[in-house]
């Protein structure tokens, strides 16, 4: 390939739309394989503490440095992966399931359940998600668990409100009317016909929600409310190192950086899932 079709290509626009998506979903496969086999990226202790390497420098012996014991922060960051992205799974999972049966019943039944739900939906909107987590993580208990539960409840009302439109959007098609008919019954229709059919949107905006949810546990675990030290959760790595800005950029940075990243990617992913919603008939 010659360097005038090489150019031609980067200029292209159909490249570019696909190079941000392939990039952000090489990086999530990399951080997922980061949470699933972390020997495979490093055999490096995370909890081994050395006095004699605090607070070193990125080199190649330590590709993100050490903390203040001596730790190797790049192998606590491969190992925190398991501990962050298990409770931004489990947050998303439970917001995804309760929103959207709160809301495929609201929309499929109306009457008295599609009244109570606007009114709990308007409650949980009107309050912080961030602030709502932390109200429902002090009444849990700290820990990973409890951040994923936390996280997860104060999203379902994002997702009923959806669910919600998309069950009254398919439910008078002539497909759920004929098994109407022909004697279904009201929740196995619902179940089996209509909320298949309203899964796109949904999975996209889970897609979207992830980005917002591993925002959500790293704050959380960065205020304290996650796993205690020392488990290398992202969260409580950045807030070990702010006390250590001024002299070692790279405790807090590099972490932060790993946060940073997940969430763009995961961004980038859940905007090329709503495209090809939008292409579907």
Known sequence: MT???????ARSPRFWPGFPVALSLTLFLVLLGWALWPGLFTHVDPLLADPTQTLQAPSARHWFGTD???RDLYSRCVHG???SLQATGLAVLIALVVGSLLGGI???FGGVADRVLAVLVEVLM????LLLAMAIVTALGFGTLEIALAVGLSSVAIFARLARGEVLR???R???EAARVVGVGSWSNLCRHVLPHASGPLLALAALEFASAVLA???LSFLGFGAPPPQPEWGLLIAEGRNYLVVAWWYTTLPGLVVAGLILATQQLARGLQRLQGEQP
């Open 126 to 129: 009107a309050i912080p998600a």
């Open 170 to 172: 398919w439910r008078s």
């Open 81 to 83: 992966a398991a501990l």
């Open 106 to 108: 609201a929309g499929w």
């Open 68 to 70: 203040h014991l001596g």
């Open 3 to 9: 360097l005038q079709s090489i150019s031609a290509v």
């Open 174 to 176: 002539v497909f759920v």
């Open 217 to 219: 546990v790293s704050a």
